[in-house]
């Protein structure tokens, strides 16, 4: 009798007993289909109507939703939470899928393995005393404008001419705290000196394009975030061998705070930067390997634009 009422609540589908979903790894598998189609997704960050963003508090989005917000279906990648449209009088159309936005739920544990508040944990980091950071991956829905009712968008395009996005990447480069100087001593490659801290660029003139030029500056500025005096970052402070997963990474940081710079300037990198077969399996491999390596880097790679435009949103 006992044995048989085990195994009812065993074979039972509760919310409880359910297999947990694997967050990290489902992400990685959208980065990977993407990828195996031939898309760099952190390239993917412009559009006519600019970045990906939240329609009612006019913010865009950050981090791993960065990639994932820009890599949608919808044209106009405006969105807006189930409560934010009700809010508004709007309605979801019938049928209409949600995307996941992602984020990470913090809390905090004493010595003893109690729970605490942000609060606690600093006066125990003031007095000297031992807590642990944790944090878990979290998700809620959003929905596209095109998918939801009763609401009269507003939405202008911000497509910018040539030359105001040049104005826009000069004026990101010279209020770049704390910059590097910026060096055209070697003609022929573009590079950060990490040792003397300085950026190489060749000459503007040596470029397809001025849009080609300021991507390129801005991978290295990328970079040269890593240095002890900026944002101090493994990739950059201490010696990696190529090929390394800490080499790979601080590369993929560069490529995507370039992209993450570019479309700030107005600029789609991924027309600018061509995608090749050798370069798509090496990420394919990296992010096969380790389910969480997006996350790390695409955080890294937020943290290092932000400190590039001064920003601390």
């Given at each position: 009798m006992n044995n048989a009422t085990v195994e009812t609540k065993t074979n039972a589908v509760t919310k409880e007993?359910?297999?947990?979903?694997?967050?990290?790894?489902?992400?990685?598998?959208?980065?990977?289909?993407?990828?195996?189609?031939?898309?760099?997704?952190?390239?993917?960050?412009?559009?006519?109507?600019?970045?990906?963003?939240?329609?009612?508090?006019?913010?865009?989005?950050?981090?791993?939703?960065?990639?994932?917000m820009n890599n949608t279906i919808h044209p106009i990648p405006y969105f807006l939470s189930f409560k934010q449209a009700k809010a508004l009088n709007g309605t979801?159309?019938?049928?209409?899928?949600?995307?996941?936005?992602?984020?990470?739920?913090?809390?905090?544990?004493?010595?003893?393995?109690?729970?605490?508040?942000?609060?606690?944990?600093?006066?125990?980091?003031?007095?000297?005393?031992?807590?642990?950071?944790?944090?878990?991956?979290?998700?809620?829905?959003?929905?596209?404008?095109?998918?939801?009712?009763?609401?009269?968008?507003?939405?202008?395009?911000?497509?910018?001419?040539?030359?105001?996005?040049?104005?826009?990447?000069?004026?990101?480069?010279?209020?770049?705290?704390?910059?590097?100087?910026?060096?055209?001593?070697n003609a022929n490659e573009a590079y950060y000196n990490s040792i003397e801290d300085y950026i190489n660029m060749p000459d503007i003139k040596q470029f397809t394009t001025s849009a080609e030029y300021y991507t390129t500056l801005f991978h290295e500025a990328i970079h040269s975030t890593g240095h002890k005096e900026r944002l101090s970052r493994k990739g950059i402070t201490e010696p990696n061998k190529f090929g390394s997963i800490p080499y790979s990474q601080e590369e993929l940081v560069a490529e995507m705070g370039a992209a993450f710079l570019s479309a700030e300037?107005?600029?789609?990198?991924?027309?600018?930067?061509?995608?090749?077969?050798?370069?798509l399996q090496g990420w394919l491999n990296k992010l096969k390997e380790d389910k969480r390596f997006i996350f790390r880097t695409a955080a890294k790679a937020q943290q290092a634009a932000r400190y590039i435009l001064g920003s601390n949103e």
């Open positions: 007993n359910q297999p947990k979903r694997d967050l990290y790894q489902e992400v990685t598998d959208k980065i990977i289909g993407l990828l195996e189609k031939g898309v760099a997704p952190w390239r993917q960050t412009w559009s006519s109507y600019g970045l990906a963003r939240n329609y009612v508090s006019g913010k865009t989005y950050n981090g791993i939703n960065k990639i994932l979801i159309k019938k049928g209409a899928r949600g995307e996941m936005v992602f984020y990470f739920n913090v809390f905090y544990k004493d010595a003893n393995n109690k729970t605490i508040s942000e609060e606690q944990a600093k006066t125990l980091k003031a007095a000297g005393q031992d807590f642990k950071k944790l944090s878990t991956l979290r998700y809620f829905h959003v929905f596209n404008v095109a998918d939801i009712e009763g609401i009269e968008f507003r939405i202008p395009e911000v497509e910018l001419k040539e030359n105001e996005q040049i104005e826009k990447c000069e004026s990101i480069i010279e209020q770049m705290p704390n910059r590097p100087e910026i060096r055209f001593v300037a107005g600029i789609n990198y991924g027309e600018i930067v061509e995608n090749n077969a050798a370069y």
